[in-house]
């Protein structure tokens, strides 16, 4: 049996990792993670770990699907084979050379040729063991009858090395080449010759890693005594038999990825505003909005850049009522009420998770730590108890967290969201006009959001809402499973009124019993009636600082002693809406705080700085702090939100020094004065008037995408429109657009000229880009490097 856990790599760098499943040969991981891509790559790979205590962590094997094929995979629940691990599978990034043909007069006054090999720069080059390589190139000259090899000087700890050394090859000999022309080569030679280079990782004490190589015929030059051009590196064939992958196992994987192109802001005028009067169109089946949730594939595909957009502008609300009203039109059973995966459902669930990030914060944040930093068992399945477990401890023990969690959900009303608190108030008007003589109706149809899809959800994967900065191990998870179970059976036993839960197991029941006093049902009662009124809050924002961020990173000693060694080390970070501290383990003191206001500009710093990938600087009214991040996604997730909570301070620079200040001078510009301004200008900042982290173009690129690709179902629904407006009968048997809801003919098919006519303008300017990138990318050029023939 083995303790696995899975790695998820931009290229070789880690960007995520699953929790460990132990014991297992067949780990479920059952886990999702969503981010932003900060940097061009060319693998998305997943590394497949044997968890080790004592040693290095065993490599399983790994799945790599370059760039290129992500869109074939994407959306689509897959098997991949597990491929093995070698220096060979691991070869990525691309050399640019140049070669060119000399000729040379001997002392005897015979004209020989001579090649010219110049390796300029590499790029890309893969990671080894987690950090930047230390690369060197060998250069051979290879033919019939000799092998000629010069090499590189070693460059350190980069990626992207700049080597920029010329070597020379005698190509032909005198004697041979008297009668020729001046630059060609004898055929017979020069079809046999090739350069051959290969990338190598210096290992100093240990053995040199091989990164990858090329080989480029000399014959290039037939035609012309100078090329070059961009190649990308491939593996070597090292004589071996193919190895049984087969015994590797294989990875399930479901990845969604997405790639747009983001046009000016004037492009998506007419398309905004036809989103934006959504919740206004009667009926709302009819409105742009609903349309496309009809027609994309994946509901959720269209929910996340709607619900955004929506809420950006203050037209969520109305347009969330409008859609859960039609819904409920369709509910027969008042206990059933919004437990589907219908539009109105799936917007709820995204835009708590969008709006009630601090809520859950504040009001959970500090139980589920003392759950997960405590070893306490939970177990009371008699069949799970481990040998030594009382079983009426681990009672006492689930019932003391359930009981004080529950407890703080219902004394949280006051910090729950407003646009939270006005869709929970019209979900329960709507309700109750539905369900007239159902009394409880008003309170179930606001707990089936708050407790089973909000905090139930949020209390079994902390991870998921940023509440836990590492996955809990098994035992923990268990304990949160049966927590979240408690809390969900509370919420919707105190709303219904039920005279007994809902559990299978008869343990649960059990267990339950303990919860089964009118004082729960009360409190629930009158918690869901505080966040489901109309009536304004005292704001607890202003005493209260906003949780935004927390984890661990490298930060640069700041020097503060003139013989002080300035060395990098590990602090927790933590940001909050008025501060950003790090401190030398999480809970403990600060150690160094930086107020939010005195924060001047957050901006990426160059790699040659410090010889360090992924790191940021945080310029303020005092010297700047330089942070490196675990990963380049986690480093553009903290400059992201460090520019938002800042955005409005004033004084903020216009230009920043993109180098570090070392030795008496700034890197970038060579100035020795260490308050020289800037030399370059600072980041263009987000608009101070921005309400949540929404870039609302790229929304509706997303949306104008959804609408393109699922063009074929819009043509059937307008047809069905003019089906409908021309035959009002029955429908006698099911057809093409029989799964469409269309209340009103007339007005969904205007809706639908209207989109599909805005499509059409947008196409415009998308198929330009497109003829210009094609264009553009010469073959041999850095973003369209040959690839070379392999061994």
Same mark, same amino acid.
């Given at each position: 049996?083995?303790?696995?856990?899975?790695?998820?790599?931009?290229?070789?760098?880690?960007?995520?990792?699953?929790?460990?499943?132990?014991?297992?040969?067949?780990?479920?991981?059952?886990?999702?993670?969503?981010?932003?891509?900060?940097?061009?790559?060319?693998?998305?790979?997943?590394?497949?770990?044997?968890?080790?205590?004592?040693?290095?962590?065993?490599?399983?094997?790994?799945?790599?699907?370059?760039?290129?094929?992500?869109?074939?995979?994407?959306?689509?629940?897959?098997?991949?084979?597990?491929?093995?691990?070698?220096?060979?599978?691991?070869?990525?990034?691309k050399v640019h050379l140049e070669l060119k043909l000399n000729e040379l007069i001997t002392e005897n006054g015979t004209v020989c040729q001579q090649l010219v090999v110049h390796i300029k720069a590499c790029h890309g080059l893969p990671l080894v063991n987690g950090q930047s390589c230390d690369p060197y190139a060998t250069v051979s000259l290879v033919g019939p009858s000799r092998n000629d090899q010069k090499k590189t000087k070693v460059k350190k700890k980069t990626s992207n090395p700049q080597f920029n050394e010329i070597f020379y090859f005698e190509v032909?000999?005198?004697?041979?080449?008297?009668?020729?022309?001046?630059?060609?080569?004898?055929?017979?030679?020069?079809?046999?010759?090739?350069?051959?280079?290969?990338?190598?990782?210096?290992?100093?004490?240990?053995?040199?890693?091989?990164?990858?190589?090329?080989?480029?015929?000399?014959?290039?030059?037939?035609?012309?005594?100078?090329?070059?051009?961009?190649?990308?590196?491939?593996?070597?064939?090292?004589?071996?038999?193919?190895?049984?992958?087969?015994?590797?196992?294989?990875l399930r994987l479901n990845i969604c990825y997405t790639e747009d192109y983001v046009l000016p802001s004037e492009y998506y005028g007419p398309l905004k505003t036809l989103l934006l009067k959504s919740p206004d169109v009667q009926p709302i089946s009819a409105s742009a909005a609903y349309i496309l949730g009809e027609i994309c594939r994946d509901k959720n595909d269209a929910v996340l850049p709607l619900v955004r957009l929506l809420l950006h502008h203050d037209k969520l609300v109305p347009f969330v009522a409008a859609v859960a009203e039609l819904d409920l039109k369709d509910t027969q059973d008042a206990n059933t009420i919004f437990r589907g995966n219908s539009l109105a459902t799936r917007c709820l669930d995204e835009m708590m998770k969008i709006v009630g990030g601090h809520y859950l914060k504040v009001t959970l944040k500090s139980i589920l730590d003392e759950i997960c930093e405590s070893s306490k068992s939970c177990e009371i399945d008699p069949i799970k108890l481990k040998e030594g477990d009382n079983v009426e401890n681990n009672k006492?023990?689930?019932?003391?967290?359930?009981?004080?969690?529950?407890?703080?959900?219902?004394?949280?009303?006051?910090?729950?969201?407003?646009?939270?608190?006005?869709?929970?108030?019209?979900?329960?008007?709507?309700?109750?006009?539905?369900?007239?003589n159902d009394p409880h109706v008003q309170y179930s149809a606001v707990s089936s959001f708050v407790f089973l899809r909000f905090f139930a959800v949020a209390v079994v994967s902390p991870h998921t809402f940023h509440l836990r900065p590492h996955h809990p191990d098994a035992q923990t998870i268990r304990t949160l499973t049966l927590i979240s179970k408690t809390i969900q059976t509370l919420g919707s036993w105190g709303s219904l009124s039920k005279s007994k839960s809902s559990f299978k197991e008869t343990f649960m029941c059990e267990f339950f019993k303990m919860f089964q006093e009118e004082g729960y049902i009360i409190a629930v009662k009158k918690f869901l009636d505080e966040i489901s009124s109309t009536e304004t809050k005292e704001s607890s924002g202003t005493s209260e600082p906003?949780?935004?961020?927390?984890?661990?990173?490298?930060?640069?000693?700041?020097?503060?002693?003139?013989?002080?060694?300035?060395?990098?080390?590990?602090?927790?970070?933590?940001?909050?809406?008025?501060? *950003?501290?790090?401190?030398?383990?999480?809970? #403990?003191?600060?150690?160094?705080? &930086?107020?939010?206001?005195?924060? $001047?500009? @957050?901006?990426? *710093?160059?790699?040659?700085?410090?010889?360090? #990938?992924?790191?940021?600087?945080? &310029?303020?009214?005092?010297?700047? $702090?330089? @942070?490196?991040?675990?990963?380049?996604v986690e480093a553009n997730e903290w400059?992201?939100?460090?520019?938002?909570?800042?955005?409005?301070?004033?004084?903020?620079?216009?230009?920043?020094?993109?180098?570090?200040?070392?030795?008496?001078?700034?890197?970038?510009?060579q100035e020795t004065s260490e308050h020289t301004p800037g030399c370059k200008p600072c980041t263009a900042g987000i608009p101070a008037d921005i309400q949540i982290d929404i870039d609302e173009d790229r929304e509706a690129e997303r949306i104008y995408s959804l609408f393109t690709l699922s063009l074929l179902k819009l043509q059937k629904m307008e047809e069905a429109c003019g089906t409908i407006a021309v035959y009002q009968g029955p429908q006698k048997e099911p057809d093409d657009y029989s799964n469409f809801v269309i209340e009103d003919s007339v007005t969904t098919f205007k809706t639908i000229q209207q989109i599909k006519s805005i499509i059409e303008k947008l196409d415009e300017p998308h198929e330009m880009y497109r003829k210009k990138r094609s264009s553009s990318a010469k073959y041999g050029s850095k973003e369209n490097p040959i690839i070379g023939k392999t061994s």
């Open positions: 049996m083995r303790d696995c856990f899975c790695t998820i790599n931009l290229d070789q760098e880690e960007v995520y990792r699953t929790q460990v499943v132990e014991k297992s040969l067949s780990p479920f991981f059952s886990e999702e993670f969503y981010f932003e891509i900060p940097r061009s790559f060319q693998y998305l790979s997943f590394y497949v770990y044997d968890k080790n205590v004592l040693q290095r962590d065993l490599r399983i094997g790994k799945v790599a699907i370059k760039k290129e094929d992500l869109c074939n995979h994407s959306g689509k629940e897959t098997w991949f084979s597990l491929q093995p691990i070698d220096s060979n599978s691991e070869v990525q990034g032909t000999r005198s004697s041979s080449y008297t009668k020729k022309s001046q630059f060609q080569v004898e055929e017979e030679d020069i079809e046999k010759l090739e350069i051959r280079i290969d990338l190598w990782n210096n290992g100093n004490l240990v053995q040199d890693v091989f990164l990858g190589e090329i080989k480029v015929p000399v014959n290039v030059l037939r035609n012309d005594s100078s090329h070059q051009a961009w190649y990308l590196l491939q593996p070597r064939d090292n004589g071996n038999k193919s190895s049984k992958t087969d015994d590797l196992g294989s006492e023990n689930l019932h003391y967290y359930v009981d004080k969690l529950f407890n703080t959900i219902v004394k949280s009303s006051m910090s729950c969201p407003t646009v939270m608190c006005d869709i929970f108030y019209s979900l329960r008007q709507m309700a109750t006009q539905r369900f007239p906003v949780h935004l961020k927390e984890g661990e990173m490298f930060k640069r000693a700041q020097g503060r002693t003139r013989i002080g060694k300035k060395n990098f080390k590990k602090r927790w970070f933590c940001l909050t809406s008025r501060e *950003l501290t790090y401190h030398k383990q999480p809970g #403990k003191d600060a150690i160094f705080t &930086i107020p939010v206001k005195n924060i $001047l500009a @957050v901006e990426k *710093l160059e790699e040659s700085s410090f010889n360090k #990938k992924n790191m940021f600087q945080v &310029i303020h009214t005092e010297k700047p $702090l330089y @942070v490196q991040a675990n990963n380049c400059i992201d939100v460090l520019c938002r909570v800042s955005r409005c301070n004033q004084n903020r620079l216009s230009s920043f020094h993109p180098s570090a200040y070392l030795n008496g001078l700034w890197l970038c510009c």
